[in-house]
Structure formats: structure tokens, C-alpha cells
């Protein structure tokens, strides 16, 4: 079955570190988005990908970067992780299908930056 | 003023009732809008989504929207302890991408 899947699960690092977190799709959607998640914000977008090399900034994109060199994986950067990134990231995935677009989540990373 | 607001709850209903849950819209050029759930600690699954005025419905979920008053809405009908989980309304503004709203947390009591 095709599915989303994102690694570390849980991660904890310390301030000024780079910080990779994986996701990959089998659904071979061409539009991948990264999403984080803090209590009273929902759900805000840091990047997104149309397709292979192809990345734009979300609404909250410092501090992030993204590259996209294949259809199956999306990774994001934290260049130098802030205490302010502790969060819960997710990566989502779709076929763009005009309006009616549906997006699928993968589990999420809860990161934690000490 | 946030693109997509939703009140955060909870919103606490007994079992077999009606849970109404409401979202509104800043942005007038929103094309479509999607109801997401998402249980605690885990990631938001989709359950519906409408595109034009009026009432869509699926068992017991019907989504409601009103593209004149910027509104959409979210029935569970006969709630069930298992849909007590945080409702995402998110609104796709054709960047291709979703704006979400914080969602509102749903407790149905048994």
C-alpha cells in the first residue's frame, strides 16, 4: 500500500545544531509539504514542493530549508536549531487535482530543542 | 485577523447528539475546504470536503458551506465517544497549498 512515512520519529538536539527530518511517499504525488504544529496555532506551512527541484516558502519559513531531488522525499533542514523549533512536524503529500486537491499526513516528528 | 478561525473548545456533547462544529473564512477567492480530525498525538485524516454551496453528506458527517457569509461547517450526527478528537477546517486558496485553522476540540460524553 502506498503511504507517507517520516523518520526520526522523536528527536532531541541542542541549540545551534543542524537538524535533518526525513519524509517519503509512495504515493509518487508530485505536490510534498512540510507543516508544524504547536498548541493554539494549528497547522502552519514552512515549504512546499509542485515536483522535482521545485521548492517555495511557506508562512513561516526562517529557518528552514528543503530540496527536493526526487518525487519520493521531501527533507527538511533546521539550519541551526532555535529553542522557538520545538515542535511537532509533519509532512504531507498530494496529486494536484485543481481545487479538489486532498492532502495525506504522515505520523509526524516531535522535536525537541534544548 | 487569521485566514481560517475556529473556536478551540472544547465543544462537550452527549452521546447520540448533534455536534456542530463552525469555521469562517477571510480570504474570498477560497475554493474549497476540507474537514480534517485528528486524534491526540496523532496526524490530521481527512473526512470530508466541499467545494460548493449547500450541504454535502457523508453517513453521518454533513459539511455545510456558505461561500456568501465566508462560513463552513462540520454535523456529526449520533456522536459517538470515538469522535471525540481536535477538528481541522482548512480552506485551499489555489497556491496549492492549505491554510488550516487551529481547530476545536470535541468531547462527546459517554
Known amino acids: 500500500d502506498a503511504e507517507i512515512t517520516q523518520s526520526p520519529r522523536h528527536k532531541i538536539t541542542e541549540t545551534g545544531r543542524q537538524v535533518t527530518l526525513a519524509c517519503h511517499q509512495t504515493?509518487?504525488?508530485?505536490?510534498m509539504f512540510w507543516y508544524r504544529q504547536d498548541l493554539g496555532h494549528g497547522l502552519r506551512l514552512i515549504h512546499y514542493?509542485?515536483?522535482?527541484?521545485?521548492?517555495n516558502k511557506g508562512e513561516v519559513s526562517d529557518g528552514y530549508s528543503v530540496s527536493r531531488s526526487n518525487t519520493e522525499d521531501l527533507p527538511l533542514t533546521l539550519e541551526s536549531a532555535a529553542s522557538s523549533q520545538t515542535s511537532v512536524y509533519f509532512c504531507?503529500?498530494?496529486?494536484?487535482?485543481?481545487?479538489?486537491?486532498?492532502?495525506?499526513f504522515g505520523p509526524g516528528t516531535r522535536l525537541t530543542v534544548l | 485577523q487569521k485566514e481560517v478561525e475556529q473556536n478551540s473548545g472544547p465543544l462537550s456533547v452527549p452521546e447520540g447528539a448533534i455536534a456542530s462544529l463552525n469555521c469562517t473564512y477571510s480570504d474570498r477567492g477560497s475554493q474549497s475546504f476540507f474537514w480534517y480530525r485528528q486524534y491526540s498525538g496523532k496526524s490530521p485524516e481527512l473526512i470530508m470536503s466541499i467545494y460548493s454551496n449547500g450541504d454535502k453528506e457523508d453517513g453521518r458527517f454533513t459539511a455545510q458551506l456558505n461561500k456568501a457569509s465566508q462560513y463552513v461547517s462540520l454535523l456529526i450526527r449520533d456522536s459517538q465517544p470515538s469522535d471525540s478528537a481536535t477538528y481541522l477546517c482548512a480552506a485551499y486558496t489555489g497556491r496549492r497549498a492549505l491554510t488550516f485553522g487551529s481547530g476545536t476540540r470535541l468531547q462527546v460524553q459517554p
Open positions: 504515493w509518487n504525488h508530485n505536490n
Open positions: 504531507a503529500s498530494s496529486d494536484y487535482q485543481g481545487s479538489t486537491d486532498t492532502q495525506y
Open positions: 514542493s509542485y515536483g522535482v527541484h521545485d521548492t
